[in-house]
């Protein structure tokens, strides 16, 4: 990924370039209402950078991805292992859950003697105790309540809620992928799907082009769910051209925003036969990630034959 230096101005667009730390850290923290939760904590001495939106989807390519492509990785990213986590955290920063589920502060009220801010959140307003937020994320009270210092603040992100975010997008993706496997006629991934998901009656009963519509309703919504405060603007180019710039409030919004643009253009969600990772690419008949893989199971195979072959002559 191209990195913009530190110092570089922010667009006129909000939210159009991604403020990370240098570097990250795993640690538990201490507090009185929640003792030792484990976090994943920016390391202030490392430095900052900004980089653009634009270049998370450099690494896609036009026939396949790459693994370090963002939708990719997040995909593939085992969050049971905090190492696996602290390398993408490291490479892309984190994914701005406080940005997300907050929202821009946009008036006070009072409460008996509890200060409640409402946080705008698209469609109308969140009622939350700014105070326990701002301890939540372990940032001052001034930072979060300051919508241009949130932006660069320092935050952290408590360790669980950075993994249920990730699972969930993974589970939006594993959708994505019984989805593509319709339309190539096995629709019973889609119908385990939707009896795993409480609709078992439904998965039993309804026929392949209502079982698909209803799948890709769902997609549609899951998607839409998570872009959130999206900015666009349409602007002069170079060479007498036009570009557009995209902003959004955090990384988790991008990446959504990105995997529905995978789905828009076509793009095979298929999973390794041997691995069993997610890989995108446009060609259908795809069986593996890696050629790594594809070599590995071709060898495997082979293996199998000789012995096959070994076992019918004894």
């Not at 950078?49 to 990213?77: H, M, P």
């Not at 405060?229 to 990105?258: K, N, Q």
């Not at 828009?264 to 036969?273: A, L, P, T």
Request: charged residues 30%; aromatic residues 14%; contains cysteine.
């Amino acid at each position: 990924m191209e990195l913009v230096k530190v110092g570089v101005p922010v667009q006129e667009l909000k939210w159009s370039r991604w403020f990370r730390c240098g570097k990250y850290v795993i640690e538990k923290v201490s507090r009185t209402d929640w003792p030792d939760v484990e976090y994943i904590r920016p390391v202030p001495e490392s430095g900052h950078i900004f980089y653009d939106f634009a270049d998370l989807g450099r690494k896609r390519g036009s026939r396949k991805a790459e693994k370090t492509y963002i939708v990719q990785w997040l995909l593939n990213l085992d969050t049971s292992k905090n190492d696996e986590i602290l390398d993408f955290v490291n490479h892309f920063g984190l994914l701005g859950l406080l940005q997300h589920y907050y929202g821009e502060i946009a008036a006070v009220t009072l409460e008996g003697n509890t200060p409640l801010h409402f946080a705008h959140k698209p469609g109308g307003f969140l009622l939350i105790n700014a105070q326990q937020v701002a301890d939540l994320y372990l940032i001052s009270l001034e930072d979060f309540l300051d919508n241009e210092r949130r932006q660069k603040a320092f935050a952290s992100e408590p360790l669980i809620v950075f993994k249920k975010e990730v699972e969930e997008f993974q589970k939006v993706g594993e959708l994505v992928h019984r989805i593509y496997k319709a339309a190539f006629g096995s629709y019973w991934p889609l119908r385990g799907w939707f009896s795993a998901s409480g609709m078992k009656e439904f998965a039993e009963t309804a026929d392949n082009e209502k079982l698909l519509a209803e799948a890709r309703k769902r997609l549609s919504e899951s998607i839409n769910r998570k872009i959130q405060y999206m900015r666009w603007m349409f602007a002069p180019g170079d060479g007498g051209g036009w570009s557009e710039h995209t902003g959004f409030d955090s990384l988790i919004s991008m990446v959504y925003y990105l995997l529905a643009k995978d789905v828009e253009s076509s793009f095979w969600f298929g999973r390794c036969e041997r691995c069993n990772d997610f890989f995108l690419s446009s060609v259908g008949s795809q069986r593996h990630c890696t050629r790594q893989c594809e070599d590995a199971a071709r060898k495997a195979r082979k293996r199998k034959t000789v012995k096959a072959v070994q076992k019918a002559i004894v």
